[in-house]
């Protein structure tokens, strides 16, 4: 018999203006609860979220894209997020 198990996805988007209903798509979290499983892999296309909002805090996305990659690792900096 197989093992098979059912994974979940949700797109992480960046959304510069709210107002204009754009956005870019930054990233990937996969959840199996079966499997006891969370990950993320993220990757920014700054030129292209720099051509949606010129404005757009750079650092500030990043510095969130990789949060969200570390408390679905688990690591120490993902405080109480990760448990």
Not at 31 to 56: F, I, N, Q
Request: proline share 5%; glycine share 8%; hydrophobic share 45%.
């Amino acid at each position: 018999m197989s093992d098979r198990h059912v994974f979940e996805y949700a797109l992480l988007r960046v959304v510069p203006r709210i107002e204009r209903g754009e956005c870019v798509n930054a990233g990937v979290l996969v959840y199996c609860r079966p499997k006891s499983y969370v990950g993320a892999r993220t990757h920014l296309d700054e030129a292209r979220l720099l051509a949606l909002d010129p404005t757009a805090d750079l650092p500030g996305v990043r510095a969130a894209l990789r949060a969200v990659e570390r408390v679905c690792a688990g690591g120490d900096a993902a405080g109480q997020a990760a448990a």
